[in-house]
C-alpha cells in the first residue's frame, strides 16, 4: 500500500510533503520519545505520535519513513510543514487514537517485517 | 579512496536547523555507496549525537570522515560537560529539562544507542569543559561490534 492510498482509504489529511505520497509502507510504528523512535522504528515505516514539533522530520527522513500520522487531532507546528514539504515527507492527520488506526493499518495487511529493519 | 571530510557548526537550542547535519551525512553515504544497514547505524549515531549537541551544548562542532577503512564521527560543544560518564551511559538516565522531555527528548537512550550502533566510542568530558563523543564505523564487515 502506497501513502495515498492511505490517505484515501482511512480518511486521513494531508497537512503537508504532499510531494511524497507515492511511497510504498513497509510497516507502522507508534511512539513519542525521539530516540526510542529513532532506535526502532522500522525502514519506510508510517509513524504515529502526538509530537507536533519540527524535529519529526528529520527523524523520518533518517529512518526513511514513508509517512508521519499525527493522532487525536493534533495539528503539526508552521515550521514542521516548511520542513516536511521541503524533506517531502507526508505529515497526515487523523482524528482518532493511534492505537485505532495501528489496528486499521494491521487489519489492511501492513505488518513489520522485522523491528528496525 | 581519498579520505572524504565534511564538517559543521551546530548552534545552541538551533532547532531550525537541528538534524540537518545527519541528513546531509546520510546522503553523503548513499551518495558513495555505503551500503543501507551500516548507514543506518551511522544515522542514528550522528542524530543522538547533534541532538546532544544542540540541547546541552555551546558552540557545537559536528565533523564526519570517511576513509579506506572505517568512517568516523566526531562531535564536540563548549557546553556544560557531564558530571559522571558511567551514569550518563546508563539506559533511562537524562538530566534534560521539562521543556525538552515535552519535545520528546530526555528518554535517556542518546549515549546508549550511540554506544550500540558505533563500533567504538570514546567520550571525553569534563564539568564546565564541554563534551566530544568520538564513533568509528569499521568498513570491513569481519571487524565490527555488531551487525544489526
Redesign the interface.
Known amino acids: 500500500m502506497k501513502t495515498q492510498d492511505l490517505i484515501d482509504r482511512f480518511g486521513l489529511t494531508a497537512a503537508a510533503g504532499k510531494d511524497g505520497t507515492d511511497r510504498e509502507i513497509a510497516g507502522g510504528y507508534c511512539g ?5 523512535v ?2 526502532n522504528a522500522p ?1 519506510g515505516c508510517v509513524w504515529m ?1 502526538i ?1 507536533v ?7 523520518a ?3 526513511e519513513m514513508a509517512a508521519i500520522v499525527l493522532a487525536m487531532d493534533n495539528q503539526p507546528d508552521p ?1 514542521t510543514c516548511e520542513k516536511a514539504d521541503r ?1 517531502k515527507i507526508p505529515i497526515l492527520l487523523y482524528s482518532g487514537t493511534s492505537y485505532e488506526l495501528a489496528g486499521k493499518l494491521y487489519g489492511a495487511g501492513i505488518v513489520n517485517k522485522t523491528a ?1 529493519e | 579512496m581519498a579520505a572524504l571530510k565534511k564538517s559543521f557548526q551546530l548552534k545552541s537550542r538551533d ?2 536547523h ?3 547535519a ?2 546531509s551525512v ?1 546522503n553523503m553515504l548513499k551518495q558513495i555507496g555505503i551500503e543501507p544497514a551500516l548507514i ?1 547505524r551511522v ?2 549515531c ?3 549525537g547533534e ?1 546532544n549537541a544542540v540541547t546541552h551544548g555551546e558552540n557545537g562542532n559536528f565533523r564526519i570522515e570517511v576513509n579506506t577503512d572505517k568512517i568516523i564521527l566526531d562531535i564536540s560543544d563548549e557546553g556544560p560537560g557531564i558530571e559522571d560518564i558511567e551514569k550518563a551511559m546508563e539506559k533511562g538516565f537524562s538530566t534534560a529539562t521539562e521543556e525538552y522531555r515535552e ?3 530526555g ?1 535517556g ?2 549515549l546508549p ?1 550511540m554506544e ?2 558505533s563500533d567504538r566510542m570514546d567520550i571525553e568530558s569534563e564539568k564546565g569543559q564541554g563534551t566530544r563523543v568520538v564513533m568509528r564505523f569499521s568498513l570491513s564487515p569481519g571487524s565490527r561490534k555488531n551487525e ?1
Open positions: 513519542d520519545l525521539l530516540s526510542e529513532m532506535a525502514i505520535t509530537q514539533h519540527q524535529n519529526i522530520v528529520a527523524v527522513v533518517l529512518r515550521e524533506e528496525g | 532547532f531550525m537541528a538534524g540537518e545527519s541528513i546520510q543506518r544515522a542514528i550522528a542524530y543522538e541532538m519535545m520528546g527528548f528518554a537512550m542518546g544507542n550500540t550502533n544489526t
